[in-house]
T-cell receptor, first 111, second 111 residues
Framework: NAGVTQTPKFQVLKTGQSMTLQCAQD?????MYWYRQDPGMGLRLIYY???????DKGEVPNGYNVSRLNKREFSLRLESAAPSQTSVYFC??????????FGPGTRLLVL | RKEVEQDPGPFNVPEGATVAFNCTYS??????FFWYRQDCRKEPKLLMS???SGNEDGRFTAQLNRASQYISLLIRDSKLSDSATYLC????????????FGAGTRLFVKA
């Protein structure tokens, strides 16, 4: 099993550009999450989806949108990237509020 | 005050040493506790859950002190491969599920 996969691995954007980060899991998990990780800070939840068809804001949702395309896929979109969104983005999945399994991350640099 | 606090370290220890990390949490309603391990430029992975009575997994021992609101991780006979960042994770189940990650404690084990 691949577990949780994310694309792309790296991305450089200019301020104002848009992009979508893709995430897919093959563990038949109901819940999926998007986090960002910045130096000196813990993982911060951007959005989560408790089950297919539902999405909810996390701690830092501003500047992001998400789509739970189906049970497997959960995408994160930056409509107009800002330098403050330079970060490492992790997608995770879990059964209902159990252990979260993380993807390998996407390193994003916004110039 | 952060909801979950950890000493960022780094802890520099020789091979074979015993090292302990603490993590404090502010929400007394927290119900589930975990330690994750994160290698440099990799995703976090579950190391172990922390149970009320304390639990052990090989060289790793986790303890929970609800009265003082902290959890601990003890690593015995440190190996070079233990070098990583250890993330404390606290989950509360009141008013919906909420998972908070600490910023992590860095450990370097040297030969």
């Amino acid at each position: 099993n691949a577990g949780v996969t994310q694309t792309p691995k790296f991305q450089v954007l200019k301020t104002g550009q848009s992009m979508t980060l893709q995430c897919a899991q093959d563990m038949n998990h109901n819940s999926m999450y998007w986090y960002r990780q910045d130096p000196g800070m813990g993982l911060r939840l951007i959005y989560y989806s408790a089950s297919e068809g539902t999405t909810d804001k996390g701690e830092v949702p501003n500047g992001y949108n998400v789509s739970r395309l189906n049970k497997r896929e959960f995408s994160l979109r930056l409509e107009s990237a800002a330098p403050s969104q330079t970060s490492v983005y992790f997608c995770a999945s879990s059964t209902v509020q159990e252990t979260q399994y993380f993807g390998p991350g996407t390193r994003l640099l916004v110039l | 005050r952060k909801e979950v606090e950890q000493d960022p370290g780094p802890f520099n220890v020789p091979e074979g040493a015993t090292v302990a990390f603490n993590c404090t949490y502010s929400n007394s309603a927290s119900q589930s506790f975990f330690w994750y391990r994160q290698d440099c430029r990799k995703e976090p992975k579950l190391l172990m859950s922390v149970y009320s009575s304390g639990n052990e997994d090989g060289r790793f021992t986790a303890q929970l002190n609800r009265a003082s609101q902290y959890i601990s991780l003890l690593i015995r006979d440190s190996k070079l491969s233990d070098s990583a960042t250890y993330l404390c994770v606290v989950r509360s189940h009141t008013g919906g599920f909420k998972t908070i990650f600490g910023a992590g404690t860095r450990l370097f084990v040297k030969a």
